[in-house]
């Protein structure tokens, strides 16, 4: 029987206002922004000089991705209801009035940008075939236009200064290249690729897709060419490319200021992510050097930069920079965190099976430790774990549990060899990195053999059911959040950019059947010995609850302990604050309870 120990009140730390993305009015006197209060999503505008928050629009769906039309007088943004992701695009004028619906209710639409002369809308439709294409409609409604009609995934895109042309990006892995979309001809031709190559638009951590030069003669890039993505520039008229930021970090959203003089974009400094600018070839960091700083926004008289910032012990606000330090815009958090129990991340690397050096970052907590450990890998796959604020960790560290994050072979943030060290291999080499994770924690006596827990989202949470399966020895409880079980049904019901996603990195399923059957946990849940939590959500289409269900039905055939819970109002991850406080409450307190502290004597 699970031993009661004193109850932690966690609420302080879910009472922050989320900011997911924004918009700067052309007069720079505001921005509209998507935020969530803890109901859902909403539209919000941000008074740049005060910054006071008035509410704009909000419903029973969740309101994201907002944009300012030109003229500013319009604003653009995409809805889905509950997190099914089934996206429709709207418009309203600047004060939230005269909605129109603009898509038609099929498929999911998304990422809506004004052209230039405020009178069409491009955004990115799955319509046709399940795949990612570019379409446009008209700013006040009518018929929808397919722009582009690619086999792999349009993931990224921008209007050129005069609306004649969109530049996007296509492809996954080392297929992604840049092409250009005739508006009026609808012509398409590829203007940047190279065989083993990755060229992006802006790539990730957000920004405004505004890569083209004000004259329309040169194009913003992001590229691994040479291995870390590096920002480079397109000459349009010569096809001749120039590198305009080379470093060993990857780098991501490169934003020309409105009189091409300089160039904001970010910068990964592990496990931190800064702010910089370019300018006469020179780099400097004009953001706080600590946490994740994202969606770099230039004001629209260049004068500075409103972005995004926050860390693991500090919830997310935003920030506007004019030449010196950084101003707090928001207060986003408006009561006290329990800072004294939190713990700040140590950077370290430890040795993986083959020898290669893994980042991860390290949380032990302060004062008692309870010889409990955590092992917390990201979802994605390609993504990093970094300094950013998820209360997660410390909930943990509160608990007495010492966390480890590793950044696994396949992740963002350390470059293009090591993020394709899991190609033909998902399942494989990252999760024997995730499991040396574990061994770390147990080699540095931060925990004891037999009280080690795993907790995972998404790709993390079906790694921690292939953990539990394939490694049962090393774990006391796991707990697996919206994960997939089955790398065959998965693939026959995800949508059409994670097939291809699938199709890159693990080839035909009906001809890579064994690698399919050998890294789905489905197959081997009888040798699960630790207590499992798995959690679902209804209305997820990346990981549909099928997963989950089915693996339920089959522990509970073959005897094994574990908990099932599902959230019936939500997509992929929680929207609504009372479901994500009670996901992680949960599940802390189902390792917390099937972990006991180490006895004394």
Known sequence: MPSKRKTIDFSSLFKAMEVQEFSIHPSGSKAVCSVNRGGNYELATLNLADGRIRRLLSGDQALLSPVYSPEGDRIAYQADFEGDEDFDIFASDENGRNVLKLTDGIADNEHPLFSPDSTKIAFVSNRKNGMENLYIVGSQG?????????????????????????????????????????????????????????????????????????????????????????????????????????SKNDKYSPQPSPDNSRIAYLEVLDPNVVVKIVQSGRSRIVSQKTGVSRSPHWMPDGSGLVYVNGSVIRPEEMFVVKGGRPKRLTRFQVSGLPTDSFARPKLVKYRSFDGRSISAMLFV??????????????????????????????????????????????STGYGREFLHLHDKDLGGGDLKDVLYAGRYLLRTGLADDDKLGFWGVSYGGYMCMLALTKAPDMWAAGVSIVGYFDCITEFETERGYLKAYDLSKMGDPSENEDLYRDRSPIHFL???????????????????????????????????????????????????????????TRTVMFLDERIPERSLR
């Not at 092992?375 to 480890?404: R, T």
């Not at 289409?541 to 908990?563: D, S, W």
């Open 142 to 246: 009518g018929p929808i236009k397919q722009l582009t009609n690619e086999s792999l995934p349009v993931a990224d895109f921008a209007w050129s200064p005069n609306g004649e042309t969109v530049a996007f990006g296509v492809g996954v892995g080392d297929e992604n290249f840049i092409s250009a979309v005739n508006i009026r001809s609808g012509r398409t031709k590829k203007i940047l690729s190279k065989r083993g190559v990755e060229y992006n638009i802006s790539s990730d951590y957000g920004g405004q897709q505004m890569q083209w030069s004000s004259d329309g003669k040169k194009l913003l890039f992001v590229s691994n060419e040479n291995d870390s993505n590096d920002i480079g520039e397109l000459d349009l008229s010569t096809r001749k490319t120039r590198w305009l930021v080379r």
């Open 365 to 410: 907590p302060k004062g008692r430790r309870t010889h409990r450990g955590v092992v917390i890998p990201h979802g994605g796959p390609e993504a990093q774990s970094l300094n950013l604020w998820d209360p997660i960790a410390q909930m943990f560290v509160m608990k007495g549990f010492s966390v480890i994050l590793p950044n696994y072979r396949g």
């Open 526 to 584: 009888q040798n699960l010995s630790a207590p499992v939590l798995l959690t679902a959500s209804a209305r997820d289409v990346r990981c549909p609850p099928t997963e989950a269900r089915e693996v339920a039905r089959r522990l509970k055939e073959l005897g094994k302990e574990f908990e099932y819970y599902e959230y019936k109002d939500e997509g992929h991850w929680p929207r609504k604050r009372k479901n994500l406080k009670d996901l992680y």
